[in-house]
């Protein structure tokens, strides 16, 4: 958890973020150990992609006020946000998990049209774009 409160601690609200935040977010940046063994399999030695980690407990910390300056008595205030999208890309960019992936949850597959693959247009409109007598647009396969 050390190397995660090293990432985070100079962050506005770093001090709201309870231990157990952290290691909830620890927990789900596990990645295989240095012998190659998944979390779960037995010898399994804790590892952790701790970018990953700190990316997950980002959208907490961007949700606290910041407050920039305040003025005699505090009579005013000026909250500003830091640049959390910045920091988000430069953790991602940081996170063994994310390059793994290539950085996105969802990805496109690109489906090659050959001869025995049939387009449809899925969106239940002809040519000209009118709707189609069959508004149901069947997308079962079986």
């Known amino acids: 958890m050390d190397q995660l409160n090293e990432l985070l601690q100079s962050l506005p ?30 010898g399994y030695q804790p590892t952790y992609d701790h970018f990953f980690a700190a990316i997950n407990l980002l959208g907490f910390l961007a949700a606290q006020p910041f407050v920039k300056s ?49 387009r449809v247009d899925m969106s239940g409109r002809d040519s000209m774009g009118r709707r189609t007598s069959d508004d149901n647009v069947d997308t079962d396969l079986g």
Request: hydrophobic share 35%.
């Open 70 to 118: 305040a003025g005699s008595e505090g009579t005013s205030v000026t909250v500003e946000r830091p640049d959390w999208a910045g920091l988000a890309s430069y953790y991602r960019s940081q996170s063994f998990i994310v390059r793994q992936t290539g950085g996105d949850v969802i990805s496109s597959v690109a489906i090659p049209y050959t001869p025995h693959v049939k």
């Open 13 to 42: 609200g770093y001090s709201l973020l309870s231990d157990a935040m952290k290691q909830s977010a620890l927990d789900a940046a596990q990645v295989p150990d240095g012998l190659g063994v998944w979390p779960g399999e037995p």
